[in-house]
């Protein structure tokens, strides 16, 4: 099977978050429309429901650079958060099982879906979390 | 000067969606005046999130560059399961059972047909709201008489689940939870404080978590036989809940009670939940703790399924897994029959 390149995925993941065809917990973007390279996005993850996430929303920051999807974007996160798989810096590290195995089918609603999931998770739900609104 | 409108969706929670003409010079604070009507929301409930970006009140539309046909998300600010996720306060009050507070009151989910005088907490307030409203068709029934009169095996199988596990350890471990429930038993609610404690015991929960305990222990009620059983098997039974039953022996008719709820903890346990007449979703009710996870959780894998077959509309997807109960095969028919 052919590869897709990176612009055509791109192009799809950008129609994608704009229309809105994902699931609706999560959204993303290009943050600046007129970056052509579609290397900067901005995503945000709805805190899952019973966790102490619940009702609050979680900007982050993806960068998929001249690699992507053949390497994982990065993604950092901005709200401030406690979770095991984002260090001091709001990174989101290779602890991350789906950055550390990454696919190429991989996409960046897979990214925000299973940070989402892992918040969800009964050993992170429970976590205390920094004061709402506060970023890195 | 004129500029031409635009077209937008707002998606919300659910199968919420509204489709919105706007001039996108409005600001961001007129289009949540806009959706206030129809989402019935009040504006300063309203959270706008597009393309990965809270919008603020102040900016225009247009500055965040959206185009014609794109949508974005509306996510509610008000706290709809605020009673489930703040466990920990006002937590002695409510034994007396003073419907004074006002969890229930705040949260707009709450129907107005609950029965009247419940309490002031109600944790299964949150499970009649609109969102589980497809759940109730789908779980297994899951009321009082089970306990009572279901086959063991059965039991013990649902015992085994690990979800089922989960969401008794974390009923067991939220003390507004066990008030409730001891509240709206009378029997329990008799006994006073010394229940609570008793529930709360790593003992007791053991008991209660433990599926080969809740077998012997079956199977040793059914051995002396049926109701009775359950006071005598008290004295058989490796006495569970030495501490509580001993300070008791005085007053015989508690006594027995509290021997039954201990070498019995499913007809504890059943009765703990509220009667089915109480509740408008009597099967959802208690049965709603089993699988509280979003949906898009719960067919995670199915909705990729159905996504990457083409299927992209996820409150529609949504839908037809429910009806299907998650099966994919059954869900894409659905879809195909009721475009």
Sequence with gaps: MSKIPRNFKLLEELEKGEKGLGAESISYGLASSDDITMTYWNGTILGPPHSTHENRIYSLHIVCDDTYPEKPPLVRFISKINLPCVDTEGKVTNGFDILKNWKRSYTMETVLLELRKTMASPSNKKLKQPAEGTTY | MSTDKISIHIKGSGSAKYDFEIDPTITVLELKELISEPASVTSDC????????????????????????????????????????????????????????????????????????????????????????????????????????????????????????????????????LDYMINLNPQLRAMGPQVREYFQSPMARQLLTNPEAMRSMMSLQRALGGGAGGAGGASAFPAPGNTTASEDTTSSGAQANAGSAQANPFASLGSLFPPAGGFDFPSASPAAPADTRPPEERFETQLGQLNDMGFYDFDQNVAALRRTGGSVQGAIEYLLNNP
Aim: net charge negative; charged share 10%.
């Design chain 2, 46 to 177: 309203q959270r706008l999130i597009y393309s990965g970006k809270v919008l603020k009140d102040t900016e225009t539309i247009a500055s965040y560059k959206v185009q014609s046909g794109h949508t974005i998300h509306l996510v509610k600010r008000n706290a709809s399961a605020a009673s489930a996720s703040a466990p920990g306060t006002a937590t002695a009050s409510n034994t007396t059972g003073a419907a004074t507070t006002n969890t229930s009151e705040t949260n707009n989910n709450v129907p107005s047909n609950i029965a009247a005088g419940v309490g002031a907490f109600n944790p299964m307030a949150d499970l009649t709201g609109a969102r589980y409203a497809g759940f109730g068709a789908h779980l297994p029934q899951f009321d009082a008489s089970m306990f009572n009169d279901a086959d063991p095996d059965q039991i013990t199988n649902m015992m085994s689940n690990p979800q089922f596990q989960q969401s008794l350890n974390a009923m067991l471990d939220n003390p507004q939870m």
